[in-house]
């Protein structure tokens, strides 16, 4: 699926796999099964756009929100605030805007704390293999530094043959539709890069295994890149040199969509925030992650068409008679 298209930047075509249903008549129920973040979120947005339709939200434990837990504990110095769970937001293009979009909607802006890209905080990464701290070449390192962590860190073994090799290494079948992370690390780079380092990378991101999140749906661009150009770092170099962002037709899409958001916005110090918001490396809020699922939980609880069953597990699925 998709191809390069021919304009002043080159782009993906939309993904063939994403399908948008079309309805011949009103949509009567939906169901969501599961109230972590990303249940929380699909429902406001199909509150939305579906108001006449009954939304039954469906979570087997008794709060709302998943991964995200904050915890306040009082002091006498004040309250402390906790993340047992995920502790920061990314603003990044494309995922992080369709956040920001949301986080307006909740009107949320005045609770948000950001980190600036160029704070220490965000300039500094570590991860701990195998029996120490090891800092993440990144902003601020220079060339001999970064050299030098990649020859003598554990963690890093195998990546500077990893590098070289990805430039030889035979293109794909072009028949695959789909691998894991881990399997694309290592078929074209190299095993020891994909379980160390990119594992720790991708755990930290997803809370997920490498070997089981898909290559294609996380890693878009390097996935079609060995595609039309056999290696993914000859691809990535060329960009650099001819001057171009690669980016997918629908992230296109919502780019312009965000612009036309900022540009519509009439509240001067919104604004400000949501832009400031590109230029910081994280950001959270006042009172912690857990504000964003309080939020919408509250928001949610006083939309009519909503309906939310916390403690109510989904045993199985089953279609009804006539369903495809």
């Known amino acids: 699926n998709g ?46 756009a579906l108001p006449k339709t009954k939304i039954t939200l469906y979570e087997a434990g008794s709060q709302l929100g998943g991964w995200i837990h904050t915890r306040h504990v009082d002091t006498s110095n004040g309250q402390v605030v906790f993340e047992q769970g995920p502790r920061t937001l990314r603003p990044g293009f494309p995922d992080g805007w369709v956040t920001v979009d949301l986080i307006h909607q909740l009107k949320l802006e ?43 860190e554990p963690v890093f073994k195998g990546s500077l043959y990893g590098l070289g090799r990805e430039l030889f290494v035979p293109q794909r079948d072009l028949a695959l539709e789909d691998e894991s992370v881990g ?4 078929r ?32 878009p661009l390097p996935w079609q890149a060995e595609r039309y150009q056999q290696s993914i770092l000859a691809y990535a170099m060329k960009c650099i040199l001819e001057g171009y962002t690669l980016i997918p037709d629908y ?50 609880a006083s939309k009519p068409n909503v309906r939310i069953c916390k403690r109510t597990k989904v045993n199985s699925l089953h279609l009804t008679h006539g369903d495809k």
């Open 183 to 186: 399997s694309l690390i290592s």
């Open 110 to 152: 005045d609770q948000i704390l950001m980190t600036s890209s160029n704070s220490v905080a965000a300039q500094n990464r570590f991860v701990y293999y195998p029996d120490h701290l090891v800092r993440m070449p990144g902003s601020g390192t220079t060339f001999w530094q970064a050299l030098s962590m990649l020859l003598a």
């Open 251 to 300: 992230d296109a899409h919502l780019n312009q969509q965000y612009q036309g958001f900022l540009n519509d916005e009439t509240s001067p110090q919104r604004k400000e925030k949501i832009s400031q918001l590109g230029e910081s490396s994280v950001f959270t809020f006042r009172k912690g992650l857990g504000e964003l699922s309080k939020r919408l939980e509250s928001v949610l």
């Open 188 to 219: 074209r780079f190299s095993p020891a890069m994909a379980n160390n380092m990119v594992s720790a990378l991708f755990h930290g991101i997803y809370a997920g295994d490498v070997h089981q999140l898909s290559a294609r749906t996380i890693l």
């Open 3 to 48: 191809r390069f298209q021919d304009s002043s930047k080159y782009r993906l075509r939309r993904r063939g796999y994403a399908t948008t249903p079309k309805p011949s008549g009103l949509i009567e129920n939906v169901a969501i099964l599961g109230g972590g973040i990303t249940g929380l979120a699909t429902t406001f947005f199909l509150s939305k």
